[in-house]
């Protein structure tokens, strides 16, 4: 256990780019008690093996060396279709460790994998859990999941609660502190962003405009966007509603959106182009003065959703494609 523990604080050191010498950090007194949104878990003892589900989550071990025994595949932003988007293949090849089990989630969670993959904690502080998920994972070990809503855990809280559940709270501190660093020297680079205001619109169907769905405040995405020195606009968080990470409006009340500065969507020119010429969505001036972010399925617009591993890999490229916009 000592040798275990020692290796992790190794592998942190490396991750903060720091010196350490050799010695033993203690981990969080155990038992860990973790409050979430279906109520309390209790983890007796320090885990050794560690599964993941949902979106990310796995970041957060592996940000502090620690292997899970499984998580989940990428589905999204997945360039070589091997199941790992690309910050987590180079931390495996960083930490000289082989492809832990990967959870096929395209039709929900696959418990049984999960079970056989034997966890002692299974990691969902950032994911969309629910009660029925929550009570059948909590059979096969002690579950971290979301601390208020769905979806809507944001990058620090994903790493806090995770890192607690590990019995490395500590670490992650340090992970966040350093995280915050990097995002600090990125934006002080740039004052064009401060004070200006951003949507994030979801997936957009180009053949059908009639519906503007977009991102709530809640949401990940939105508020890493005050991490940048950018504003949430009155309109997104008047119509955000407690819970949601999404919302929709027609296209006939995009004028609501008139004070938004950056418009942030996924997709292509082609769609920007088509957004441009609406005779509705035109309208919008964001839109209107081609302050447009188009995020395609890559590393940049996976990685706008921003997680443990993915802020140091896309931060400098978003933040550029974002200075481009503010300054239409």
Same mark, same amino acid.
């Given at each position: %256990?000592?040798?275990?523990?020692?290796?992790?604080?190794?592998?942190?050191?490396?991750?903060?780019?720091? /010196?350490?010498?050799?010695?033993?950090?203690?981990?969080?007194?155990?038992?860990?008690? /973790?409050?979430?949104?279906?109520?309390? $878990?209790?983890?007796?003892?320090? !885990?050794?093996?560690?599964?993941?589900?949902?979106?990310?989550?796995?970041?957060? !071990?592996?940000?502090? =060396?620690?292997?899970?025994?499984?998580?989940?595949?990428?589905?999204?932003?997945?360039?070589?279709?091997?199941?790992?988007?690309?910050?987590?293949?180079?931390?495996?090849?960083?930490?000289?460790?082989?492809?832990?089990?990967?959870?096929?989630?395209?039709?929900?969670?696959?418990?049984? &994998? *999960? &079970?056989?993959?034997?966890?002692?904690?299974?990691?969902?502080?950032?994911?969309?859990?629910?009660?029925?998920?929550?009570?059948?994972?909590? %059979?096969?070990?002690?579950?971290? &999941?979301?601390?208020?809503?769905?979806?809507?855990?944001?990058?620090? +809280?994903?790493?806090?609660?995770?890192?607690? =559940?590990? @019995?490395?709270?500590?670490? =992650?501190?340090?992970?966040?502190?350093?995280?915050?660093?990097?995002?600090?020297?990125?934006?002080? +680079?740039?004052?064009?962003?401060?004070?200006?205001?951003?949507?994030?619109? $979801?997936?957009?169907?180009?053949?059908?405009?009639?519906?503007?769905?977009?991102?709530?405040?809640?949401?990940?995405?939105? #508020?890493?966007?005050?991490?940048?020195?950018? #504003?949430?606009?009155?309109?997104?968080?008047?119509? $955000?509603?407690? @819970?949601?990470?999404?919302?929709?409006?027609?296209?006939?009340? /995009?004028?609501?959106?008139?004070?938004?500065?950056?418009?942030?969507?996924?997709?292509?020119?082609?769609?920007?182009?088509?957004?441009?010429?609406?005779?509705?969505?035109?309208?919008? !001036?964001?839109?209107?003065?081609?302050?447009?972010? %188009?995020?395609?399925?890559?590393?940049? @617009?996976?990685?706008?959703?921003? $997680?443990?591993?993915? /802020?140091?890999? *896309?931060?400098?490229?978003?933040?550029?494609?974002?200075?481009? &916009?503010?300054? #239409?």
């Amino acid at each position: %256990m000592q040798h275990l523990v020692a290796r992790r604080v190794q592998a942190l050191c490396m991750v903060l780019g720091v /010196i350490c010498l050799p010695g033993v950090a203690p981990a969080d007194d155990f038992p860990v008690v /973790i409050e979430h949104a279906f109520g309390r $878990t209790v983890i007796e003892r320090q !885990p050794q093996r560690v599964a993941a589900v949902a979106w990310a989550n796995h970041e957060v !071990p592996l940000a502090l =060396g620690v292997v899970p025994v499984g998580f989940a595949a990428a589905g999204f932003g997945d360039e070589n279709g091997d199941g790992l988007l690309p910050w987590v293949e180079a931390r495996l090849d960083e930490l000289e460790a082989e492809t832990p089990t990967l959870f096929d989630e395209g039709d929900g969670i696959d418990f049984e &994998a *999960v &079970a056989a993959s034997q966890p002692d904690v299974i990691l969902a502080a950032y994911s969309g859990l629910s009660q029925a998920d929550y009570d059948t994972l909590s %059979m096969i070990a002690p579950v971290v &999941a979301y601390p208020e809503a769905p979806w809507s855990t944001d990058w620090r +809280q994903m790493i806090r609660l995770n890192s607690e =559940g590990l @019995g490395m709270s500590a670490e =992650g501190d340090a992970l966040i502190a350093r995280l915050e660093g990097e995002i600090a020297d990125a934006v002080s +680079q740039h004052p064009e962003l401060s004070g200006k205001s951003a949507m994030f619109i $979801t997936h957009l169907d180009s053949t059908d405009l009639s519906v503007i769905r977009f991102y709530s405040a809640n949401d990940t995405r939105v #508020k890493f966007f005050h991490d940048l020195g950018l #504003k949430t606009p009155q309109s997104v968080q008047e119509a $955000t509603q407690p @819970g949601q990470f999404s919302g929709e409006i027609s296209a006939e009340m /995009i004028d609501r959106f008139n004070e938004v500065d950056i418009f942030v969507s996924y997709g292509d020119r082609q769609l920007a182009d088509r957004l441009i010429s609406d005779p509705l969505a035109g309208h919008m !001036p964001a839109i209107a003065n081609g302050a447009l972010v %188009m995020l395609g399925n890559d590393a940049i @617009g996976t990685g706008a959703n921003p $997680t443990p591993l993915s /802020i140091p890999w *896309v931060l400098e490229d978003y933040v550029e494609l974002l200075v481009e &916009a503010a300054r #239409k």
